[in-house]
């Protein structure tokens, strides 16, 4: 099942965009959904791995990948997405340190604004936060995290891939393989 949209985060990119010889990034998310956004705000937090980098920016000058921010926005919209970020910035962001999770804030406020029902993470916590502060029943917001990747590509829905190019994935992104061997996807 291909998804209408997907924004993206920075964590995910980072972590299955590091191969040259696995290009999981511009593989992957077009696979995924008919169209991908990502706020300015992560993009500019993408400077290493440079393949990464260089797999976003394929996929920008391809228009598969569209970069968006508050300047786009009407006057509603900034209302709600103003908001939005300031709820999400209550429980995610620390005045300390006011820049560690707001590439997610950003990306949340805007998924918010624009209908954008999933958004591609690896965070693992992050699920309860968009329930108890986002969803309401109305342009509700699913994190895609690397594991429902893996899980969409064992049962098919991705077609082309198969356990090989799911391990490398699990290997890239830094997770344990004996985890994958065992309990994600046995071999039978």
């Known amino acids: ?19 040259p010889k696995y ?37 920008i000058e391809s228009d598969i990948l569209e970069l968006i921010d508050e300047e786009q926005l009407g006057d509603i919209e900034k209302v709600l ?25 950003c990306s949340l406020a805007m998924a918010k604004t624009k209908s954008i029902t999933y958004f591609g993470t690896d965070e693992m916590d992050l699920q309860p936060i968009i329930d108890e502060k986002l969803n309401s029943g109305i342009d509700d917001i699913f994190c895609i995290r690397i594991i429902d990747i893996i899980y969409m590509i064992r049962d ?26 065992n309990k994600i996807w046995p071999i039978i």
């Open 1 to 19: 099942m291909k998804f209408k949209n997907i924004i993206i985060d920075a964590d995910i990119c980072i972590k299955i965009g590091g191969s």
């Open 81 to 105: 997405y103003n908001s939005t970020y300031a709820s999400l910035a209550s429980v995610m962001i620390n005045p300390n340190k006011p820049r560690k999770n707001k590439g997610e804030v």
């Open 156 to 181: 098919g829905e991705l077609s082309g891939l198969k356990r090989k190019e799911a391990k490398a994935l699990w290997r890239l992104a830094g997770k344990s393989t004996e985890w994958f061997d």
């Open 23 to 59: 290009r999981f990034l511009e593989i992957l998310f077009p696979m995924i959904a008919d169209k991908i956004y990502m706020h300015k705000t992560v993009y500019d937090e993408i400077m290493s791995p440079a393949c990464a980098k260089e797999q976003v920016d394929s996929l």
